[in-house]
């Protein structure tokens, strides 16, 4: 049984971090993040939150807004209210219903997370 995620950040309405930022377990995003976000665990881009740039991380959920690349390791689950407006590459892809996904979406197992695009 997987162990639940410990919250390794959380930045709010309000607040821009622009850049890169890494993190170890969990991060949730409700503010603005412009730059790469990269982890090997999840990350949770809440209503209000916008990513914009590169993501390459283990899990995605959305429920806010993706813009850019996406790379995701396990599963991108996109919530009611989620907008990912990027070039996607994942395993497992879940839009529920009033989840938006516009873009290039690349579905197949092993996505690096790395620079490289992935091989076909």
Do not use: Y
Not at 3 to 8: E, G, K, S, V, Y
Not at 53 to 59: A, Q, Y
Not at 70 to 85: A, F, M, N
């Amino acid at each position: 049984m997987k162990r639940p995620a410990t919250l390794n950040g959380f930045l709010d309405q309000g607040c821009t971090i622009r850049g890169e930022v890494a993190f170890s377990d969990l991060l949730r995003v409700h503010g603005h993040v412009i730059g790469t976000v990269r982890s090997s665990a999840e990350l949770l881009v809440g209503e209000g939150g916008v990513v914009e740039g590169e993501v390459v991380v283990g899990r995605l959920a959305v429920a806010g807004t993706v813009k850019g690349k996406v790379r995701v390791k396990e599963k991108l689950v996109v919530h009611p209210g989620g907008q990912v407006l990027a070039e996607i590459w994942t395993p497992a892809l879940v839009v529920e219903e009033g989840g938006v996904v516009e873009g290039l979406v690349h579905m197949a197992n092993g996505v690096p997370l790395d620079k490289g695009e992935p091989t076909s």
